[in-house]
Each structure stands twice: as C-alpha cells, then as structure tokens.
C-alpha cells in the first residue's frame, strides 16, 4: 500500500504560478497528477517515471507545466505557469507500475489539493 499526500495547492490570479508536492510512502515506478472539475471525468496532466526521460503531458498543459521528481523518487513535484482559469481543479497525486495518463493505470491515490485560477 502506498499512501500518497498533495500539497501546495491555493488560489491565484491568472497568468500566475504554483507548484504541487506530492509525498509517498513507498517507491513507484510511475506517478502522476491528475485533476477533476465537478461534474467533468478526471484528468490526466502529467505523469513521470523514474528515468526522467518518461514523461508525458497532457496537451493542454504542454509548454507550461512541469513535472518532476526529487532523488529518492518518493516526491514528485509539479511547477504549474501561466495559469489559466480552466485550470481550476481538484489536483491528486497517483502511483502505479504502467506509463501513461490513464486513470486506469494507477493504483494508489492521494486525497488530492485545490487549484482556484481567477481570470
């Protein structure tokens, strides 16, 4: 059982900046954020394994998002710029063994950290 924790999650204005911490318990091969909006299925924004070659991103993301994770591989951070108001989410934190950003793939989740981008 891995237990996954997000913060760093607030609000701000558009075109601003945060940055998400997620910490595990245990070491995953994959780990990833995703985001849900009330009444929308959730999301896929990110996910990094432990060559920091495998990485992926949603494409609404690209470019200004970045995904990452410390030495020991148990925090996985992400740097979100220029934000934009449809960024606005629930954000959480998965680890699982597969490659990818489908929600499928994970295992394991945090109790996620709230993203509020006002235009």
């Known amino acids: 059982q891995v237990h996954l924790e997000e913060s760093g999650g607030g609000s701000v204005q558009a075109g601003g900046s945060l940055r998400l911490y997620c910490t595990a318990s245990e070491y995953s091969y994959m780990m990833a954020w995703f985001r849900r909006v009330p009444g929308k299925a959730r999301e896929g924004v990110a996910a990094i394994g432990t060559d920091p070659s495998t990485i992926h991103y949603a494409d609404s993301v690209k470019g200004r998002f970045s995904i990452s994770r410390d030495g020991a591989k148990k925090t996985m951070f992400l740097q979100m710029n220029s934000l934009k108001p449809e960024d606005s989410a629930m954000y959480y934190c998965?680890?699982?063994?597969?490659?990818?950003?489908?929600?499928?793939?994970?295992?394991?989740w945090g109790q996620g950290t709230q993203v509020t981008v006002s235009s």
């Open positions: 998965a680890a699982g063994l597969y490659e990818g950003l489908g929600e499928n793939l994970y295992d394991y």
